[in-house]
């Protein structure tokens, strides 16, 4: 097992309690002696809780098997709702990044090509910046008709909320567009673990997020990507609703055990990873199954 420095730890995790998080002691600190007493130590409450979306926040299956298809589904009617006189001219990075390997030149843009470029830059998971500028419009236009509604999980309202009672910043960090992101939060359905709905209803829960961080910072497996979301928080600081302090001590929370190692290896964050459906992942770190341990520590920081 790997150690991490400010290391997180859940004791007595097993597979059979993969839903029973209750029972376990979320341990922040130094991984010592003093963990290993299985003494409760106090938490020094962080002044910001950043959190990855895609399998923390949000079921992994949201984005396969709900936003991705909607793209590919929709996107020749989307790109039909386009009024700007302007063609498909600012996707032609797009369908260049598509046609890289055949060195082809397009000499005209068309609706068709465009439509398939998107699809199958979609289905590859292209981190294209355009293209997910381009699926970000098109989640728009897909939460404004009402068909999408943002898979969220139900403790994700109650971990904002206590947040924003502890005076502590809640930010996002993700891949996918920030527009993406507030779009996913401004229309969330509260999700079971399992995925499953509980209302019909969305809630708008970007009031309770500060900030958000997309691939334009870096990639989430590189290092420096996290010292510089920490540079951003302290230099915006000014726009929060409280402020952030150079040092300031960051909780970052993602199902990626290469985000976590990045996170911690830059030295600036506390990278705690969280496994929805602990047990069955096999992973050698220590996790957290899901927001409850987090809660429990922060009412009692
Ligand atoms: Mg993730």
Known sequence: MRLRSGAELIRGASSEKAQGSMKRKLLL???????RAKK???????????????GTTTPSSFVSNVLFPFVSENITTFLRTQKDGTGFERFREIVEAAEADSGAEPAKLSLPMVAECVSKLTAQRSALPLLKTLQGEVYAWGYSTGELKGAVFEDVEVLLKLCQGKNILAATYSSGSVNAQKLLFSHAQSVSSS???????VVDLTPLISEYFDGTVGSKIDSSSYRTIAELLESNAKDYPRKIDN?????????????????NASGRMTGILIDRNLGQSGSMHDVIGNFQPIITALHQA
């Open 29 to 35: 600190g130094k991984r010592d002696d003093t963990l």
């Open 40 to 54: 409760k130590v106090a938490v020094e409450k962080p002044s910001v809780i950043l959190l990855d979306i895609d």
């Open 195 to 201: 995925g499953k709905a509980h209302a019909a209803e």
């Open 247 to 263: 040092g300031a001590k960051i909780w970052f929370i993602s199902d990626s055990e290469a985000e976590v190692d990045a996170c």
